[in-house]
């Protein structure tokens, strides 16, 4: 099937009421930079104030609403704070347009001529998803060039916990199949990776419990990853699937897997600055140097004390191949308010294992769990 022309996923549009605490989240918890603002011409126009965050590759649109008639407002009048859009770099916004609606896509707009503010050239258009996220594509007529009314530069990677790129994106569903199917005959995507997990597998006696079926699907033009899942009987609706889409008040964009390029330093810099992690079980570290034996991993480099005092996982298959990972809090149990949302942030390195931590999966789930049962919701 002939590619979209994805170049990169550039940017994720993320909408918020409260501007000011997702400058602390960004810059004072992750150092990402400001490198771009709403101008005040925007900012009128729009009804929205705007915050352009990067580190690297990395970059988030913040975005919180000023008068209640903006789309920001209505976004938050349907839905928590969470991931409206995702935009994608092409290199021909109009091949793109045409490709996609001859699929069956749906854009919402023909292709625009939009400067940033700073007033570099670009073109873009948007379509309507499965994922109740706008897909925006954006070509890049002027080199460095940010987003319509936004000013400022792109910055280099500029970051002391050496964030690189967007890993991949994962978004839950109460059903998948739609969203794949889209994926692979509108978007060209191809399937990369599949797993199903529940929590009877490890223990049938279970009398309540959460499962997944999870299928990942990527552009192999560009790389770019969505793993996505839906939830899995019994017990359906106590998944954290279905209860992230309860909480979202649809499907939708659940977490954003950043890079990072030495994940010890950067989890010790970030627990420091008070950023709080989803809690792993000790027995995980307990079992860790049986689980390396068994996966096959046989040798890692770091040091088990140092994971287990960090609370990082860690999966892999082949020998001394693996990744690194960590689960942020949600933001709504960031900020104990439920209208800042389910959303979080994983933080992965990858040492040689190009998965997505299926192994850990189960370790993901029971710490979900305890944190769900605490709250008297299963
Ligand atoms: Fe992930």
């Known amino acids: 099937m002939e ?3 994805i170049k990169t996923l550039e940017c994720m549009v993320y909408i918020v009421r409260d501007l000011e605490r997702s400058r602390r989240f960004y810059v004072e918890h992750l150092d990402f930079a400001i490198a771009g603002e709403s101008t005040p011409e ?5 009804g929205e104030r705007t915050i352009l965050f990067q580190a690297h590759r ?3 649109l913040v975005v919180a609403p000023v008068t209640e008639e903006s789309r920001a407002a209505k976004w938050l009048k349907t839905h928590p704070a969470g991931v409206a859009e995702l935009v994608f770099q092409v ?3 109009d091949k793109a347009l045409k490709l996609i609606e001859s699929r069956g896509g749906t854009p919402i707009c023909d292709v625009e001529e939009q400067v940033d503010g700073d007033g570099r050239a670009l073109k873009q258009f948007g379509i309507t998803t499965p994922f109740q996220a706008v897909w925006r594509f954006v070509e890049r007529v002027q080199k460095g060039g940010l987003y319509q009314g936004i000013k400022g530069r792109e910055l280099g990677e500029h970051n002391s916990l050496r964030f690189g790129h967007f890993d991949h994106i994962t978004s839950n569903f109460s059903t998948l199949s739609p969203a794949l199917l889209w994926m692979e005959h509108v978007m060209g995507f191809e399937r990369y990776w599949g797993i199903n997990f529940h929590t009877v ?3 049938p006696a279970r009398t309540s419990g959460s499962g997944l079926k999870s299928v990942v699907m990527w552009d192999p033009n560009s790389g770019v990853k969505f793993a996505n899942n839906e939830p899995q009987r019994p017990f359906f609706d106590a998944s954290q699937i279905a209860l992230f889409v309860q909480d ?4 939708g964009i659940q977490h954003a897997a950043m890079t990072v390029r030495d ?3 950067a989890v010790r810099q970030m627990r420091e600055k008070g950023l709080r992690f989803m809690p792993t079980p000790a027995s995980y570290y307990d079992m860790m140097p049986q689980r390396i034996e068994q996966s096959g991993i046989q040798r890692i ?10 609370e990082i996982l860690i999966d892999g298959k082949a020998e001394h191949a693996y990744l690194l990972q960590i689960f942020m809090q949600e933001a709504a149990g960031l900020y104990e308010e439920a209208d800042a949302g389910p959303f979080f942030y994983e933080v992965i390195q990858r040492k040689g294992d190009k998965g997505f931590g299926g192994g850990n999966f189960r370790a993901l789930f029971e710490s979900i769990e305890r944190q769900q049962r605490a709250e008297g919701r299963i």
Do not use: M, N
Request: net charge negative; with cysteine; proline share 6%.
């Open 248 to 251: 979202l008040r649809s499907d």
């Open 263 to 265: 994940i010890i330093p």
């Open 201 to 203: 597998d490890v223990d």
């Open 58 to 60: 990395c970059k988030v």
């Open 91 to 93: 290199q021909d916004a």
């Open 42 to 46: 925007h900012e009128a126009a729009s």
């Open 3 to 5: 590619p979209v022309g």
């Open 301 to 310: 480099d770091e040091e088990i004390e140092t994971l287990r005092e960090l």
